[in-house]
């Protein structure tokens, strides 16, 4: 599979391969809004819930998925107030793991028990489907023709999958032997590697050797590899025979590895591995965490007089996270990015071989040393563009950033929507290989919302016009029949 555009950058900070598991605290805080799904409480103040229950619940396409307990303890509903949103709080009383649901085998298991389990152990959210972009529908109404199970990560810095495979290479093998009953008849599923005579690909393709609806794949590590939309693209690319309307879901390894977890020991989503890595990071690494736990709980303190700002997520698409709150059920990353402490002397003078850029224009091209130096300061004032292409070469999806750019500057929305701006997956490189410090990412996605908020008012004017015609038509036709 080839992959059009995109970026390697080269960051100091990445997270050892060594995984800690954190202790599980006395509170865990469970957001009441998980991957843009907001979910309403199903226990109250002082219940008292054991391992695996359901704390919430949210009505989706086709049914309704769960958010269960990642320990047992007693609730409390918080509303959300200041920096912090609506969550509960769960008072851990064990942290013990027990089975919830029944074990599966992947021969006697259905579609139908399958999704029942996923929605109910917190995973059904971690699938997504080409046709909604997001999360498919629970009712079977969609059975994927293909599948795409994801190894590569090529942000800065988000778990990788060997590292995930080291951890729970045998959950993920009974995952992937699970997913087959999703498909739909005479279905595929591709498996996303890199090398393929990597140690962990050999092994995958060992334990997929024999079976004809597995086909191994290997992509280059550029990031945005890890998106949906791209993978999507490189594999109608790559294979002719796709049709555009055939339905494809993607998953990444952690979700496989729940899927295993869930299906063949009846244990629901409650940890997750994250990255915690960049300059601002003392002690990169990753940790094995209890959902909910507090993120601040694994953030080893720095020798700084200032805060450093975490992310959620990666260097590119991640966005800005308060320490008071949980790890989230989708989390898989935080990185530490540090506030600038001094400014630098001359410092136009530095050969930069601890800075990273795009163009050629410091020393590290040529040590391939990372860059230590990136800090929440952009490093120089915004510039107008100067039309250098950069966003355009790295765009993974073959837009023209800089005209959208010019677009949106003039207010001309309806022509920037013309030239493709709902096709951008919001992935950040065009914001980071800038020269002229513009927040092009920020700009497109707020653009895309009042676009898709336009659209929306005008499908419900549409809608409520439809309403009145058929009313008019209708009093009409009464009319004439009491005439009669």
Not at 117 to 138: D, H, N, Y
Not at 221 to 242: D, G, I, M, T
Not at 248 to 273: K, N, S
Request: hydrophobic share 40%; charged share 25%; with cysteine.
């Amino acid at each position: 599979m080839k992959i059009r555009g995109g970026y390697l950058p080269r960051i100091g900070g990445r997270p050892s391969r060594v995984v800690r598991v954190v202790a599980v605290p006395e509170r865990l805080f469970i957001e009441l809004c998980q991957d843009g799904v907001t979910f309403g409480p199903s226990v109250g103040d002082g219940d008292t819930v054991v391992f695996g229950a359901p704390l919430a619940r949210a009505d989706v396409a086709g049914g309704s998925i769960a958010l269960p307990a990642p320990a047992a303890g007693t609730v409390s509903v918080e509303p959300a107030r200041a920096s912090l949103p609506a969550s509960i709080a769960l008072t851990v009383s064990s942290a013990e793991i027990r089975p919830l649901g029944s074990r599966h085998t992947p021969e006697r298991t259905t579609a139908d028990a399958m999704r029942g389990a996923l929605a109910g152990g917190g995973i059904w959210p971690r699938i997504w489907s080409s046709t909604t972009r997001g999360m498919p529908p629970l009712d079977g109404s969609e059975a994927p023709r293909r599948i795409i199970v994801n190894f590569v990560v090529a942000e800065p810095f988000r778990t990788r999958g060997k590292v995930v495979l080291q951890e729970d290479w045998e959950r993920v093998a009974a995952g992937l032997r699970f997913l087959p009953r999703l498909l739909a008849e005479y279905g595929v599923i591709h498996l996303v590697l890199t090398e393929l005579s990597d140690p962990v690909a050999l092994a995958i393709r060992k334990e997929s050797a024999g079976h004809a609806w597995v086909h191994i794949e290997d992509v280059p590590v550029r990031y945005p590899v890890e998106h949906p939309r791209v993978l999507l693209r490189a594999l109608r690319q790559s294979e002719k025979r796709v049709k555009p309307d055939e339905v494809v879901w993607v998953l990444d390894v952690q979700a496989v590895q729940a899927i295993g977890a869930c299906m063949g020991e009846g244990i629901p989503l409650h940890e997750r591995i994250v990255a915690v890595g960049g300059p601002g990071a003392s002690n990169p690494r990753h940790v094995r965490v209890r959902v909910g736990t507090p993120i601040e709980r694994f953030l080893e303190p720095v020798d700084s007089a200032a805060t450093p700002l975490v992310l959620r997520g990666g260097l590119l698409s991640g966005r800005p996270a308060n320490p008071a709150t949980g790890v989230g059920y989708g989390d898989d990353a935080f990185f530490v990015l540090p506030h600038p402490t001094e400014r630098e002397f001359l410092g136009f003078m530095n050969p930069g071989f601890d800075r990273v850029s795009i163009l050629p224009c410091f020393a590290s091209r040529l040590t391939g040393a990372p860059d230590n130096h990136i800090t929440t300061s952009i490093r120089g004032e915004r510039r107008p563009c100067i039309a250098c292409g950069l966003c355009e070469t790295i765009c993974p999806a073959r837009l023209l950033p800089q005209v959208l750019h010019r677009y949106i500057y003039r207010d001309a929305i309806d022509q920037a929507e013309a030239a493709g701006l709902p096709l951008c997956i919001r992935c950040g490189l065009c914001s980071y290989v800038c020269p002229s410090k513009i927040e092009l990412s920020h700009e497109f996605t707020k653009t895309q919302e009042r676009l898709e908020a336009e659209h929306r008012e005008q499908a419900a004017m549409e809608t409520e016009r439809e309403r009145r015609e058929e009313n008019r038509t209708s009093e009409a036709e009464h009319s004439e029949d009491w005439r009669k």
